[in-house]
């Protein structure tokens, strides 16, 4: 069976999400990096920690968040531990697992990076649609996530 041929309107609602999404990261790495500070994923990682209750998510669950491998994540956190932003906890009810959590240097450094994240966003993402064209995106994007879970 051949599957539906695709319009040029949905090549380029494809092709412009994936450009937007990249441009966006981009320029918010290099606002971070221009301030001397860590890049986007080491706020990935300490957000989705303070986030939790108690600060602290098992490795494997951090990496389905972030969407990084089990040893990418393995190496993140080894250099976030390095840097005392996390500290490494292990898990009771199982001996091979670990958890990460956050530090009071990390919560700090979340504070830090999140004006340059919010004002790098703003500009570059978020500044070129009204309210309502926002909150469509949100809702499409929320639709398109559901169907491929």
């Given at each position: 069976m051949t599957a539906k041929k695709l319009t040029d309107a949905e090549i380029g609602a494809w092709a412009g999400t994936i450009r937007?999404?990249?441009?966006a990261l981009e320029n918010v790495?290099?606002?971070?990096?221009?301030?001397?500070?860590?890049?986007?994923?080491?706020?990935?990682?300490?957000?989705?920690?303070?986030?939790?209750?108690?600060?602290r998510l098992r490795l494997s669950d951090i990496g389905e968040r972030v969407l990084l491998s089990r040893s990418n994540v393995t190496r993140l956190i080894d250099r976030l531990e390095t840097q005392d932003l996390v500290a490494r906890e292990a898990c009771a009810d199982d001996a091979r697992g670990a958890f990460a959590v956050i530090t009071p240097k990390g919560r700090s450094l979340m504070r830090r990076m999140w004006p340059v994240y919010h004002d790098t966003l703003r500009a570059c993402f978020l500044d070129h649609l009204d309210e309502r064209e926002t909150a469509r995106l949100a809702e499409l994007m929320r639709r398109i996530v559901a169907a491929n879970r």
């Open positions: 937007a999404v990249r441009a790495e290099a606002a971070l990096k221009a301030r001397g500070l860590p890049p986007l994923a080491w706020y990935d990682v300490l957000i989705e920690l303070r986030r939790e209750p108690a600060g």
